[in-house]
């Protein structure tokens, strides 16, 4: 029996590939922002250790400015058309996510972590590790 993808076989690898991408991006918990300090309302707080999600959307990271805790691991999720990367030269890179797709990178080092779409140099984001 063949399948639209050619064989049976590849048919059920496809989907199931489709099936664990669509689980990954959906099941990718979001830490909660740690609740200010009324002094410090108003200003930007890290977020706790866990999972954050960067969207790319509108050929932009949203949020462009993120401010997380160490050991925070952030995942870019594609809701773009186009393919799109998230890079530091020297620090990390994504390669190309393609559009519905997601990559993640784990940051162990405190630091500011200025990033840039390699694909689209425009396309500018920043990532603040405490």
Known sequence: MRTIFGSRRRGRTAAAAAAVAAVALSATPVASSVVPAA????????RR?????VAIKGFAYRPPTLRIRRGTRVVFANRDGAPHTATRRGSFDTGPIRSGHAAAVRFGR?????YVCTIHPFMHGKLVVR
Request: no cysteine.
């Open 110 to 114: 405190r630091g500011v972590y200025s």
């Open 49 to 53: 250790a866990g999972s954050v999600r």
């Open 39 to 46: 002094a410090d309302r108003g200003k930007a707080q890290p």
